[in-house]
């Protein structure tokens, strides 16, 4: 009867039963007791009770019993600590076994046990296990080496464990090999500056042997090894390439694809003047192709790499086109990958065939794979120029079968060949014009709106054309609106007379109407350049366009080169390089192919550039957030001229001078406006302020700049008392408080890191997540001394606001990553948001009256500040001690009015009026308005108000 009856007991009171079994006289019931605990275990059922006598269960010669317990021993020792230790010396008496099986048994569940208590006991069986005369055991044990060092790197080297690894690379026995170059590539990859696995020409050639003899897994460790190595000429890099070429012909794909990994890397130093470069490159494309026969998963894994390879040397499959072409029966992620690599290889010699083959998917069911194929057509016209015309008239015999994504796709393409080859294909447009109903995607009319405003003066009827997309032009994406724009203007500046009314309506549409910032922007400048000089409005928008080029898509050069140093690995199947999704205590190395052959290029390590990043990066000025970042996009509308612009004349303002928010119209356009007749009188208006700033009136903001302003520097802010954000039972005896502040303009992260553990610490580390205001380290953790038991350490970390931007949910919400020799901890803070308010953040008075009327009302958010007994003269140096400056005082009604302006780190602008009533002891509560363009910050900075006025 099979192992399956184990599962099935549903029995109560069974711990108690197979107690008194676990310590039966009988072997036969001992066995069958430990099967049925490992089975309970293996269904998530606790038997951890049983501890004491499944270990006792040890001392027995029955190889298949003490494997079962030495499987519960790895579940539960982590949870058992102090019993663990009970087992050890039957550890120490196994590793002394006469049977080999039983010795690397012992050792192998040893580096298991990741338990700290039980490492010290090790060592000696391990060093043993190390110089055993058996392979077996050997290989085991250079395998444990690197789990133990992974729990305790000092413990290892300091036991010289690691030199004991790197003598087992001259074994006699090619698995004790592999295993050894495992375990040390493992160590070095999470200490990358070690060293470790120093290369030369002797070691190279002892795993160059070792390599026909090992099993297929040992093959892959030892070939990664070597692609690691960087040989001094390319005579010794010929040489190895030979020694590794006949792994090509291995039937496990791994092998084949490290193997491949480390020819594309040697090839590098081979001149192609070679004969041997030609015959590598012939024996390159069979085992690439063999690969693409086997399952779907494996092939599309292959097809990914291949698509490396491609880019980098096309040479070598430009044969092989056929293998690329679609099966009916591939799953729809491997159509797409060889419908790809096919773009690539396409070339004059093999055109005909793969646009037959297009032609042909263009008519499929499988929609994705449809738009993707007529995407190809497209791409083959744009890289190969002999075809453009074939690819045209299929294109165009596409658009006929009116198949709506069919045409929509092919109109997309279309657009693109027309930026390739101008003047040449425009008969088609006549043809496209009639499928303009039936375009219901953003892509397809965007593509078709840029074909109408380019060519206008072609279309007799454009201005219909593109006046039939303006009817509903709030309801269109951003994409479309843009263009739609773009192709007015043009429309308008090839036919001024006829479409005056157009370009105003759609000017009127992007900028007084619409909330999406860049179609705002792109809206003032067109009406701006078309109300100033129509001539240069004419040599923006109408300026010739670059040819676009061939491969749009191709990943840059230096990624491609590390991608290919990763063939065979995750990176090659993301095309990301690891340190884009690698997470954890590894430090990820870039790596990068050698030097070419014959080239100048430098050989200096990687590690010259990386300490040269934080000093470049320190003299950066300023870093605007990726436009993908929403944080970014919201903020960038406040970034705004420096404080420390002229001074305004204070009878009238023109809002033109100093466009603060992106203010209204006429705020751009500054005065009367000159130029051509086409443009009639109604297009701009005079961009001066209704009344003087100092004209008086009630109660209003109009009247509130009667003080003069003048601030110092400020003395000191408020510093939030320190809080545990690592407790000690979640780190492993780890505890970290800490708070923020910011001291003479920097910010800081002021720690207290306690050991509450029973040894030492050392090697700390630190690293924030991206965050909402791309904080980062602005050095390294300085601790420069381990951290004892029950020592506590003080440490103060600069910051800088030049990292990434990602927003937070709540916005100032830091996930933190701690290292140390024990682990990687992980815990998230709320900084307060005024360590990021700038001591350049007070605003000219007559700016601050002109922004907060830009502001929209609905931005404005009132609150009210409980329970606060302090006087205007008292709130407004304890906010400028926290750079909220004060812009002028006003008293209206026997009320003190505070307007203030501060400046965040990545320039958004908050301005908030204080109401105060003064010597009212019933009314301690005061009123705050806040206005900022990015709304979402508003909370956080009324909480900043309410803590610092409190304390």
Known sequence: MTDSKYFTTTKKGEIFELKAELNSDKKEKKKEAVKKVIASMTVGKDVSALFPDVVNCMQTDNLELKKLVYLYLMNYAKSQPDMAIMAVNTFVKDCEDPNPLIRALAVRTMGCIRVDKITEYLCEPLRKCLKDEDPYVRKTAAVCVAKLHDINAQLVEDQGFLDTLKDLISDSNPMVVANAVAALSEIAESHPNSNLLDLNFQTINKLLTALNECTEWGQIFILDCLANYSPKDDREAQSICERVTPRLSHANSAVVLSAVKVLMKFMEMLSKDLDYYGTLLKKLAPPLVTLLSAEPELQYVALRNINLIVQKRPEILKHEMKVFFVKYNDPIYVKLEKLDIMIRLASQANIAQVLAELKEYATEVDVDFVRKAVRAIGRCAIKVEQSAERCVSTLLDLIQ???????????????????????????????????????????????????????AERIDNADELLESFLEGFHDESTQVQLQLLTAIVKLFLKKPTETQELVQQVLSLATQDSDNPDLRDRGYIYWRLLSTDPVAAKEVVLAEKPLISEETDLIEPTLLDELICHIGTLASVYHKPPSAFVEGSRGVQHKRLPPRSGSNESTESPDVTATAAPQAAEQQPA????????????????????????????????????????????????????????????????????????????????????????????SGSYVAPKTIWLPAAKAKGLEISGTFSRRMGHIYMDLTLMNKAMQVMSDFAIQFNKNSFGMVPAAPLQINAPLTPNQTIEASLLLHTVGAVMKMDPLTNLQVAVKNNIDVFYFSCLYPINILFLEEGKLDRQIFLATWKDIPNENEVQFQIKDCHLNADAV??????????????????GQDMLYQSLKLSNGIWVLAELR???????????????????AGVTQHVFQAYEIMLKN
């Open 401 to 455: 079968t009116k198949v709506n994504y069919v045409v929509q796709e092919a109109i997309v393409v279309i657009k693109d060949i027309f930026r390739k080859y101008p003047n040449k294909y425009e008969s088609v447009i006549a043809t496209l014009c009639e499928n303009l109903d039936s375009l219901d995607e953003p892509e397809a009319r965007a593509a078709m709106i840029w074909i109408v405003g380019e060519y």
């Open 916 to 934: 105060i009533q003064p010597g009212n002891p019933n009314y301690t509560d005061l009123e705050l308005s806040l206005k900022c363009r990015a």
């Open 623 to 714: 870093v605007i957030p990726s436009q993908g970042d929403l944080l970014g996009d919201l903020l960038n509308l406040d970034l705004g001229p420096s404080v420390n612009v002229p001074p305004i004349p204070s009878s009238t303002v023109q809002m033109g001078a100093m466009d603060l928010l992106g203010g209204g119209l006429d705020s751009l356009l500054g005065g009367d406006i000159g130029g051509s007749p086409a443009i009639g009188a109604g297009y701009g208006t005079p961009a001066v302020m209704p009344a003087s700033l100092n004209a008086t009136v009630g109660g209003g903001l109009g009247d509130l700049f009667d003080l003069a302003g003048g601030m110092g520097v400020p």
């Open 876 to 893: 407004t140096d304890k906010l400028f001690n926290n750079n909220i400056f004060t812009v002028a005082k006003r008293n209206v009604e």
